[in-house]
């Protein structure tokens, strides 16, 4: 038997409630009929889209943060949500999947040493058990972003930067040893020098731990670099997918188009800035 | 227009925490001048002093900031507050966080304005503001309505609106389009070069993405750590960076259409 998916996503639709008080309102679509799967072998496939594309409902649905108003979403071919008896349980499900959001400092507690989540996590997912042992995969996962358990140790999110305290939220979803990681605007609020260190790290773990990513993010630069293939969302729906040269590179989609052209980019000045300025010299 | 000579600037007093080092820089008149740099390399910091927002514990400690404007005496950064919204304004990041919630747009900004623009009839006032507003593409009714009726693209769009509105010889903008998606990004950079180049004053943009600077800055000014590191028209700081940090910021961009790590290509430039 060949190997399932990791994920597969099948007419996946989530409506929200808009406005209206109890029984009025009109529904819209928040994800509308998305279909999408990730092969068994590793890769990094992500979602772009601005805000209010439906890209973090999408996610949450992935997370089981949020359930969805109809189609399906199935993890290595076991449903994720429905039923108790049928879906995955929750114990393989968090261990399989794990989540990295935007904000490194609204991830973890300002009274708590950080080290105590990530022990926490090993307990709880029951990655080991007795202090050494879940000292040593937190040790394992720390390294595998350039940290360790004795530079993190007894330290709180103050002590660390945006860039240090989101590699240790990497970490934190390395200690299960998951299949698939979310990662919902992963590097947005990091600082664009320490942008690429971060995303060099994703890339790292997929070749060498085999680890899948969904990566959701309004930036195309670093989907352009990191992706194997690239989704573009709007409006709830995915317009458009492929590996970042087709869609990127050579858009079918004119919203898609009119992204790549929005994108302020080195070397590559707008005609409108340089009309703009033609207009008048500056003293 | 604004001299900024060898100022170091920080919060608390018994606890003094340094924010900008020793920094000095020149911002002259007609231009639009970038300032580059992460979170906490002190960029904030210096344009609050330059606006002369002594609030909330930050401090000169030593040198001057003189702003010299067109018709007007040499002034210190301290008195800076009595130009406000006339030679000079400012546009922040968070649109929400300055805007009154309670308030449609409007009556915050009349209540806004100096009390020389403020004089007359109001309605002659909202007029004039209407046809500023359509000026700049604005649809005039987000006068009335309140904030959170606004996208936040629409919001920021209506405080650069605001900023500009008064004719000041100086605008600071406060990394404007931070948390927007790159069409709306777009579009309120175009709108502030238009703005700009239409008054012939100065726009001084914070922002920690090179990207944006290198599409709107005629000139560029670097910080690291608090310092300045490194000053120069924008098309020869990014063909020729001569600070090694500098360097690495502009190496380290990810460049769409050409996926290589650009990392490589600044090891091949340094023999």
Redesign the interface.
Known sequence: MTEPNVLEMTGLTRLFRKGGGLFGGKSFAAVDDVTFTLPAEPCVSSIVG??GSGKTTLARMLLRLVTPTSGEIRLLGRPVHGQKTERIDDMSFRRQVQPIFQNPFEAFSAYLPVIDYLRATARNLEVAEGARAVDAEVDRALRMVGLSLARVEGKFIRQF??GELQRISVARALIPRPRLIVADEPVSMV??????SI??IFKRIKDEEGISFVYIT?D???A??LSDRVSIMNKGRIIESGT??DV??DPAEAYTQ??????????D??P??DR??A??V?? | MIEVDNVTLGYGSRNFITAVDGASMTI?????VGVAG???SGKSTLMRAIYGDFSTGLRLRSGRITATFPDRAPIDCSEMRKTWWQDISYVPQGSMSVLNPLMKVHKQLIDGLPKHKRKGDRRAIRRDLETFLAGLDLDPSVLDAYPHQLS?GMRQRVLVAIASYVGPHLILADEPTTAL???V??RI??ML??IQ?RL?NTLVLVS?????H???A?RLIIMFKGEVVETGPTDEI?ANPKHEYTQ???G??????T?K?T?TALRRATP
């Open positions: 601005e805000s930067s945006g600082d664009a020098s320490l942008r690429m995303v060099n309004h195309l630069s670093t352009y670099y970042p040269a990127l590179d009119e992204l790549m052209n929005a994108v302020p980019r080195v070397n000045r707008w409108e800035i703009l300025k207009a008048s500056p003293a | 002259g008149r007609n231009e639009i992460e979170s906490g936040g998606d790159v069409v990004q777009k950079l175009l070069v238009e180049r012939g920690h993405d090179l990207g944006v290198y599409q709107i005629d990014f690495r910021l502009i380290s961009l990810p460049r769409l259409g996926r790590s990392v």
